[in-house]
């Protein structure tokens, strides 16, 4: 009997709702080689695979993960190259220059890449910021150059390993219009399409923490790869209209053909009133006009089903959603470990072992967060609890800035970022087993606990908590991600085993 999967856009009726994959997958980089499609995002050291763009697999975690700004996949003659920020060489504290890299490998299905390279320093040489966003680019003579975030183009020596010469801005920055509002200009995330002698060229602009309708993709296109670059008519091809739309803060988009021989743009969004479930991956058919360019056409929405792309195939999708442990074979990225949880847990015949450190949630060192996401959803897990031991379940976000619920020593303890407050025992439900069910709940942005003793009759806590404030806007951001994840976290003196997870869509009444 095959376990549910998260979240999928296919409907089942030949349509597929956004987002492709419910979760933080932003900056989309696509390579379309023949019948395979290969997608990396910002912030997390994942592969991913599709034969139809609908369903995604993940193939492989990278090594020297994926981090920095938006990572860039392209191929070459037989040679897969994967392009982003160095990972060791970025200095975070005050946002110097740092250094591009790029892995390689022959066989991207291997998971062996070969490297890191160091491409060469990345700077605007005006204020010697830092620039993020690789894109690389083969212009029509074969040479090979590298775009970055300020729209400078870094000619690449043959090879794709270095910079073969200083960097130069090919182009200006666009004015925006009073009605735009915009984080900042941030010129970013080229990405570049060749098609029936063109190069097109799509940026990213306005900032994708902003205001609901700051960021946008704008269109250029030239004969050569280092311009000039006339803009398109059209733009921005992508735009948040109003901060009402389902989907916010829309920008970042790669074009890829579709299986079908169709044209699409993937790209990132926020749901509305959802910033901490991050920027997700949309979908959305373009069109080639007479002239030249593509737009999306007048039909088409992120928010309303929209035709699957065909002659694909579907591949399995996404992660389980019942998982018992210890978990034989986990699927790459399904979870994430922060702090020192990974050093800390141990697979045993019962389950999943993990020590305690700390004094509670918001000082454990960590927390086991599941990938997975809906917009609503209830996690209820099983465990048993040794002495000294504090376990739960809570959404994770920084260490401080979580929440959930946790048995220690015979009493259910909720957290909520720290807040003094619920350590009176009045908060706390007495429990006098060691073995316990917990089920959270996520519902319209409010997070709820029950427990049990036997995973079938259940008692709520006392306390909710709405997280809707705990996200980037909030000025909670973790840094490398701004999503919060169920997670499984232990603290204390002893131990504790998870036997069980599993997660389910809600389906509130709105």
């Known amino acids: 009997m095959s376990v549910p999967r998260t979240y999928c856009s296919d409907q089942g009726d030949g349509t597929y709702l956004?987002?492709?994959?419910?979760?933080?997958?932003?900056?989309?980089a696509i390579l379309k080689d023949g019948?395979?499609?290969?997608?990396?995002?910002?912030?997390?050291?994942?592969?991913?695979?599709?034969?139809?763009?609908?369903?995604?697999?993940?193939?492989?975690?990278?090594?020297?993960?994926?981090?920095?700004?938006?990572?860039?996949?392209?191929?070459?003659?037989?040679?897969?190259?994967?392009?982003?920020?160095?990972?060791?060489?970025?200095?975070k504290s005050d946002y110097k220059p740092s250094n591009m890299w790029v892995l390689t490998t022959t066989d991207i299905r291997s998971g062996k890449w070969d490297g890191p390279f160091c491409v060469g320093p990345a700077f605007n040489t005006e204020d010697r910021r830092e620039l993020i966003?690789?894109?690389?680019?083969?212009?029509?003579?074969?040479?090979?150059?590298?775009?970055?975030?300020?729209?400078?183009?870094?000619?690449?020596?043959?090879?794709g390993l270095?910079?073969?010469?200083?960097g130069k801005r090919v182009l200006?920055?666009?004015?925006?219009?009073?009605?735009?509002?915009?984080?900042?200009?941030f010129t970013e995330g080229p990405r570049f399409t060749v098609k029936d002698g063109w190069i097109y060229l799509s940026l990213s602009v306005g900032g994708t923490q902003g205001p609901a309708q700051a960021h946008g993709i704008l269109v250029y296109r030239s004969r050569h790869a280092q311009g000039p670059w006339e803009p398109s008519p059209y733009n921005p091809v992508?735009?948040?209209?109003?901060?009402?739309?389902?989907?916010?803060?829309?920008?970042?988009?790669?074009?890829?053909?579709?299986?079908?021989g169709k044209w699409y743009i993937i790209y990132h969004g926020f749901l509305r009133n959802r910033y901490n479930q991050a920027r997700m991956p949309l979908m959305e058919p373009i069109e080639w006009t007479e002239d030249g360019w593509y737009r999306i056409p007048d039909w088409s929405s992120p928010a309303k089903p929209l035709p699957i792309p065909q002659g694909g195939v579907a591949v399995t999708h996404g992660y389980p959603t019942a998982i018992q442990f210890p978990e034989k074979n986990p699927l790459p990225g399904e979870w994430i470990y922060h702090g020192t949880t990974r050093q800390r847990s141990e697979n045993i015949a019962q389950g999943l072992k993990v020590k305690g450190t700390g004094t509670s949630f918001h000082d454990c060192d960590g927390a086991i967060a599941y990938r997975g996401l809906y917009k609503d959803f209830q996690v209820t897990i099983h465990a048993t609890v040794g002495n000294g031991t504090g376990a739960g379940i809570g959404m994770f976000f920084t260490q401080k800035h979580s929440v959930g619920f946790a048995l220690k020593d015979g009493f259910v303890w909720p957290y909520n970022c720290g807040h003094h407050n619920l350590t009176r025992y009045y908060n706390?439900?007495?429990?006098?087993?060691?073995?316990?069910?917990?089920?959270?709940?996520?519902?319209h942005q409010v997070v709820s606990g029950w427990i049990s003793s036997d995973g079938v009759h259940w008692e709520k806590m006392i306390n909710s908590f709405n997280i809707f404030h705990v996200d980037c806007q909030g000025g909670?951001?973790?840094?490398?991600?701004?999503?919060?994840?169920?997670?499984?976290?232990?603290?204390?003196?002893?131990?504790?085993?998870?036997?069980?997870?599993?997660?389910?869509e809600l389906h509130p009444d709105d």
Request: aromatic share 16%; glycine share 8%.
């Open 133 to 159: 966003d690789p894109g690389h680019v083969t212009d029509f003579d074969g040479k090979r150059y590298l775009y970055t975030s300020d729209n400078y183009c870094f000619p690449l020596t043959d090879d």
């Open 18 to 28: 956004n987002p492709l994959m419910h979760g933080e997958f932003p900056d989309p």
């Open 162 to 166: 270095r910079f073969s010469g200083p």
């Open 35 to 91: 019948a395979d499609y290969y997608m990396v995002n910002c912030s997390q050291p994942l592969l991913w695979h599709s034969l139809d763009l609908i369903h995604w697999e993940p193939l492989y975690e990278i090594n020297y993960g994926i981090i920095g700004g938006a990572a860039d996949l392209c191929k070459v003659q037989d040679t897969y190259y994967l392009y982003n920020v160095h990972p060791f060489g970025r200095d």
């Open 476 to 504: 909670f951001f973790p840094g490398d991600r701004m999503v919060m994840h169920p997670a499984l976290f232990t603290f204390g003196t002893g131990e504790a085993v998870y036997h069980s997870f599993q997660i389910e």
């Open 172 to 185: 200006d920055d666009e004015k925006f219009p009073d009605d735009w509002d915009i984080q900042g200009v």
């Open 428 to 443: 706390a439900k007495s429990y006098l087993w060691d073995e316990i069910w917990m089920r959270m709940t996520v519902c």
């Open 238 to 260: 992508m735009r948040t209209y109003s901060r009402h739309e389902k989907w916010i803060n829309k920008g970042h988009g790669a074009l890829v053909e579709g299986p079908d």
